[in-house]
């Protein structure tokens, strides 16, 4: 019997288990995909928002607002790659510049500080290659880039360090009320009892709360495809730079990633289902909107592209706390963007709920540091000569395009939670994300999977489930 089940291994679950085991509580964490990250945490821009988009009075601004002042902390404690970078939004003539007004007034009243109306002049001092016609923009120096999927993985990971248990391929079908909480059900037979539950399914929480008699809300699907810059082009734009957003959200953004590619896109379509494809008019619409906002985008250095699927609640907010429809039932669902930037603040705010409702006490062997968090690439010379000196395998380098050591991806495949595809060592290390994507390296990383877990080749899978590298059997 757990005290706290979770289910969904995205960034919410995530800092919700690790929240939660700063108590005397017994955490469990139920995720459908063969590994965690499996979501919108895994495809997103990254950004660690200021606060100023979300409506006043909203969950979104309260949680944004929070979740950003408490972000750095968090990436230091669990050594994921962050940095307060600054954004901009741009607008080009009078009719934008009042909607810039309107966007600085409600980030004065949702909390944000040190926002800036900058004219052309100033705003040509942060960045040089904006648009001619930008006229003013907002600057917003509390905006941030994080890593999304090392922040979502480190942080169950260091949940796991501290006592939660992970049931990976864990489809949740079913719930029933026990005495004491609930029992759910995995298609498999599998069944796990907790005093509460937390929903944190993401596209999938409403039909979550369903099985739990909660028919309160429904998720819709709107993609964002995206195109991703090789390294090369490191400081083209050193803020994240944005247009002015709609009702569809955030707009377009280029943006510097916190792993030092730079970013392009999204778009926003509405979808019927958790669609990833991407299209190539979405990067026509994608190339159309940077191009108002910034000159000589360098697309030609394209290494890949991508999309996520944002999961918005029909309540356009997001729904935290307990289900009035089914006790002990909390849900953190709807959390569209800016769900990764407020998923520090979700994730303590539920805990504290959850805490509070069980009496819990605090765990004082609670440790919010997680082990081996620094990132070998950004040690001194000296000090990754002494890992390596221990160590010999931090010397040899299997990507090459992302500098990722032997001993790195042994790390992934031994530390919590434990990658065992080739996408899982791919977010844990980015072996695999350069500019040959994964040319050079994948025919090695599966080798080590075989070794390290005793897999005939044909077991090896790209993902999970039934996606085979090879088929057809061994040569
Ligand atoms: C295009 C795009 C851009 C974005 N940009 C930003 C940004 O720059 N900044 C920002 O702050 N936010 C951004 N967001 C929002 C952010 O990515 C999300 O708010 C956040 O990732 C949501 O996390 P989650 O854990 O709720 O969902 P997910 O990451 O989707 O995780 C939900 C998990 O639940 C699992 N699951 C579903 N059903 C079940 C079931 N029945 N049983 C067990 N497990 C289940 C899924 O497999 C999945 O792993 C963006 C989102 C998108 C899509």
Redesign the pocket.
Known sequence: MFDAII????????MCARELTAYRLKVAV????DD??????????????AGFDAPCGSKKAKF?VEGNRRMEQVCKELGVRYENNGSLVVAHGAEEEQKLRELYERGLENGVTGLQILDKTALARLEENLAEDVTSGLYAPTGGIVC?FQL?IAAIGNAMDNGAQLFPS????AAKRTESGWQIAAKDGRVLEGKVVLN??????A??ARLFGDASFEIRAR??E?MLLDKSCKGFVRHTVFGLPTAAGKGVLVSPTADGNILVG?TSVEEDTYDTSVRREGFDQIREKADAMLKNIPYREVITSF?????YSSRHDFIIGESEYAEGLFH?AG?????????PAIGRYLAEAVADRLHAKKNAEFHPERKSAEWFRQLSREAQNEIIRKESAYGRIVCRCEEVTLGEILQALRQNPRAHTIDGVKLRTRAGMGRCQGGFCQPSVFNLLMKEYGYRAEEVTKNGGKSFVITGGEI
């Open positions: 289910i969904g291994g995205g960034v919410i679950g995530a139920a995720e459908a995909a965690v990250c499996a979501g919108a945490s895994k495809a997103n821009s990254g950004i660690v928002h944004n999304p979502t864990f489809a949740v079908c944190c399914a993401g596209y999938g929480s039909q979550v993609k964002g995206y999204p999309a996520g699927v944002r999961a953190a959390i569209e963007s800016p769900g990764l930037t407020a998923s």
